[in-house]
């Protein structure tokens, strides 16, 4: 059983920074691409950030520039640094995992709980 935990959120200024942190652990032989996802009320989960294990990047046009994803192999974790946060931008944000928990698994998907960020002044 694998577990991920989202930490990090909470209520921030417009204009201002957040890290979320996210962990995994359980039973994990590898963890391959890793991501951020966010659902704003009403709204579908959208991908925000991704990060292959080799560490290459790739952003939604949305935080482009103003959000960093990055990750740290040897402790299962991913990690979102947003800067520059919009109003529009409160939302549940989820972690996602691509991993395998044992060299005879498939390659499975692993979402986080979520956690809430709030953008209000």
């Known amino acids: 059983q694998v577990q991920l935990v989202e930490s990090g959120g909470g209520l921030v200024q417009p204009g201002g920074s957040l890290r979320l942190s996210c962990a995994a652990s359980?039973?994990?032989?590898?963890?391959?691409?890793m991501c951020w996802y966010r659902q704003a009320p009403g709204d579908q989960r959208e991908l925000g950030a991704f990060?292959?294990?080799?560490?290459?990047?790739n952003y939604a046009d949305s935080v482009q520039g103003r959000s960093t994803i990055s990750r740290d192999n040897a402790k299962n974790k991913v990690y979102l640094q947003m800067n520059s946060l919009k109003p529009d931008e409160t939302a549940i944000y989820y972690c996602?995992?691509?991993?395998?928990?044992?060299?005879?698994?498939?390659?499975?998907?692993?979402w986080g709980q979520g956690i809430q960020v709030t953008v209000s002044s």
């Open positions: 359980g039973s994990i032989f590898s963890i391959n691409n």
């Open positions: 996602y995992m691509n991993l395998l928990s044992d060299p005879s698994a498939r390659w499975g998907a692993c």
């Open positions: 990060i292959s294990r080799g560490g290459s990047t």
